[in-house]
């Protein structure tokens, strides 16, 4: 077997920097890094990106202030809920609506504040969800939930309401509250910094080869998607596959490696189960669960398991969590590029068949290859759809 | 480590579906099995290839008329040496000199006559040498070669110096004389015509890839190879080297396994090991020793024993081998190519410096991948520089 893998690595290195020279010969260098600051700031003097994010502080406030006047009594549990549905919602159509009416926010600044908002809804859904069960806890309910709300020598609801306590939440690694977070001892200097190398060498990287490797094959897919002229669709499609996969696995290894493992270790986080060997996956399912364990974690505890406990059947709830993941997925995709094609949506959507064929019909291996080949294939035809719209739709001002 | 096959395969896969998409999208359908005829036939009136195999005969004839009067004591030991050498001498230079002087033998036809010659020279060699041991042996020597040569209810020396059995062995696939070839009981019919339809399938497979493939690829050569612009003879270089390796791999499979085991079948010959897994090698060495085990079991019992029996040590043994060997590849290329380059000659030679680095420096898997690299990247820079300095020879009649 290792034969075998010599001589496609042998294969797949030649294949490769052949097409790297090709590329540089045909387009010389392109990679450059300053490009990437009129992708953020369209007007110098405007930074919409930027005021959102420091608005995002008030939602904070808000729910903290919400959870003390609950644990005082101030507030019965209906106004607080309603308080807290109200400050979600304009969470998530605040940003969206600035995004859409103002027109000095570009799509990656869009994408970033829209990414930022919901991370921060998912986190203060978590907290109101939590501190609502130690209050019901206190009342002698929900005892399953002991072990993170346990009260020796550690912080005891109400005492987990402060601003410090919301603050360290916020920008820990994790979407799932907990008063009492496991924690390490000290700071590794040495791993921070290699973290920290990896984060800064990897974004040189990921710029570098988009605009090297990903924009060149882009704009030469236009015309053919254009005319609808299918082999030559079909030729771009692949020719976008291999960038784009590869981009795909060093932003993985960019985000859940080092820049997660950089801020834990920065804020001394002990929980470090960022993914699970989704590379193995021989389901869709166990993909789906394993290569973005703290969204996983947040979906089992705060939207899955609430369901199951209301009743539904485990079929529904699952087909419940990937809705609302398809839902932030063209959230988070169609509001920057101002534009509602609704492909994330059922790109997403389609998982749930997929899985279904794929957990029926294929199994170990084929199983594998199966996950493979759609995650390499799949994500390149969203996004060659997103971009032929969006240079449609802008043809006038976007290209030249 | 099957999961990384399995990520391997996706990717070879859509990578070469793409490059093959683009190059039917490029060039169109350039496969064309009637193009083949004019590689073997400049003037259709004149069959000079196909006359040089006619008269191959005669060296068959002369060598069984020399082995009857050396069995009978009509001719002495040192006259029987004498024909036999002029008779192979003639065999190299006759052809030689036919593909050279003769301008209506085209390439491909003239390496197909000299192949032919070199086979059978090789073949009557050993058939020399071996009667000649029989000879020995009724006098008391040579007692090791018992078991080819023993006599119970078989063939005995000199009843095996008849037409038949010469030209038995001459289409036997084996270079190997032996008065008592092991022999399969009968014809497995099925297991016969699958070699036969594997071997016109891939003979159109072989003929199709490389008009579709390796020709566009090594036309484009040409120019950046006339400009010595090395960074696009590197892409170049790396674009054959796909193709190239492929055809290698379907010819190593249409003749060794396919041919062989077809001829083998059908004359009902019992030794079937014509290569050993040399897919394995994990030192240049010991691809030599297992990719062609006719010709390697060829050199080891006329070339490389007889040298060690005369006192030669084991390493200038192995590199006289290696000699030889670089003598016959050169003499099948540069006769038929009418140009004396060494390209050939020297690439054989090297593989002594490249055995003995692998073998000292890289083990295991390492001399593994070492051994791959310089098959996928070796043939082709070979074939570079043959197509290269043909072309430029040949510039005012051959290309267009």
Redesign the interface.
Known sequence: ????????????V??N??LF??N??RYGVLADPTQVIPLFLKDPYSWPAMCLLIVSNVFILVALYTERQLSKGSFSELVGFLLHCINMAVMLTFPAAVVLLVPSVTPVGGAVVLGTYTILLLKLYSYKDVNLWCREMSTQKAKKLARSLSCEQQVCYPGNLTLKDIYYFTFAPTLCYELNFPRSPNIRMSFMFRRLFEMLFFTQLLVGLTQQWMIPVIQSSMKPLEDMDL??M??RL??L??PN?LLWLLFFYWFFHSSLNFTAELLRFGDRQFYKDW??SETVTYFWQNWNIPVHKWCIRHFYKPLLRKGFSKMVSQSAVFFLSAFFHEYLVSVPLRMFRLWAFMGMMAQLPLAWFVGRFLRG?YG??AV??SL??GQPIAVLMYVHDYYVLNYGQETN
Request: hydrophobic share 60%; proline share 0%; net charge positive.
């Open positions: 077997m290792t034969r075998v893998i010599n001589w496609c690595v042998v294969m797949l030649l294949s920097a052949r020279l090709e540089l010969l082999s030559r079909t030729e692949l020719r596959a291999v996969h590379w193995n291996n594998n290859a493979w080949l390499i294939i």
